[in-house]
Antibody
């Protein structure tokens, strides 16, 4: 069971970035998925979640209207499209496996994280 | 979306027990039995230690236990070991608009 994030990097404020999370070892399309971030030296912040069929999506207030979560069950992949990036979006971004319900427990499996740095 | 309140740090000696509190509101901790606790070591991804208030995932030591009373959840670690040192975060479901909210984290030091 594995999650592998990719797509992080250095980006200027106001620009966009798309993160990906490749899942393996479990039935990806049975589970909700989440994104969680951690700014350097700071705590965990829940970012977004998506239900197994993409019918239910949620966002933290801090990213609402700028970030879009999506998934492709045929490719066992989760995505996070990040637009209008701000300096305060600088963080390690983790994807985490959810439960059968988007409201349930998440995080029995985590990726290794991908670093996003927003700076001019 | 206000973060749940945790103590910044706790400490204990090997073999002792410690408890970390996580205080929310009637909109999150007080309304749902969907409280999780995560352990994080420096430079590592978080690890799920407790879910649904008091359940332990397979492989997690029974030295870890969780509980909830009103708007406050608690994580207790008994028989402290050096490997328990790290950061601990609580997280609660907070409804279909807010979804999830984390605590600010607690640094556990094993003396």
């Amino acid at each position: 069971v594995q999650l592998v994030e990719s797509g992080g990097g250095l980006v200027q404020p106001g620009r966009s970035l798309r993160l990906s999370c490749a899942a393996s070892g479990f039935n990806f399309d049975d589970y909700a998925m989440h994104w969680v971030r951690q700014a350097p030296g700071k705590g965990l912040e829940w970012v977004s979640a998506i239900s197994w069929n993409s019918g239910n999506r949620g966002y933290a207030d801090s990213v609402k209207g700028r970030f879009t979560i999506s998934r492709d069950n045929a490719k066992n992949s989760l995505y996070l499209q990040m637009n209008s990036l701000r300096v305060e979006d600088t963080a390690f971004y983790y994807c985490a496996k959810g439960n059968v319900s988007v409201a349930g427990t998440f995080g029995d499996v985590w990726g290794q994280g991908t670093m996003v740095t927003v700076s001019s | 979306q206000s973060a749940l309140t945790q103590p910044a740090s706790v400490s204990g000696s090997p073999g002792q027990s410690i408890t970390i509190s996580c205080t929310g509101t009637s909109s999150d901790v007080g309304s749902y039995d969907l409280i999780s606790w995560y352990q994080q070591h420096p430079g590592k991804a978080p690890k799920l230690m407790i879910y649904e208030v008091s359940k332990r995932p397979s492989g997690v030591s029974n030295r870890f236990s969780g509980s909830k009373s009103g708007n406050t959840a608690s994580l207790t670690i008994s028989g402290l070991q050096a490997e328990d040192e790290g950061d601990y975060y609580c997280c609660s479901y907070a409804g279909s608009s807010t979804f999830e909210v984390f605590g600010g984290g607690t640094k556990l030091t094993v003396l």
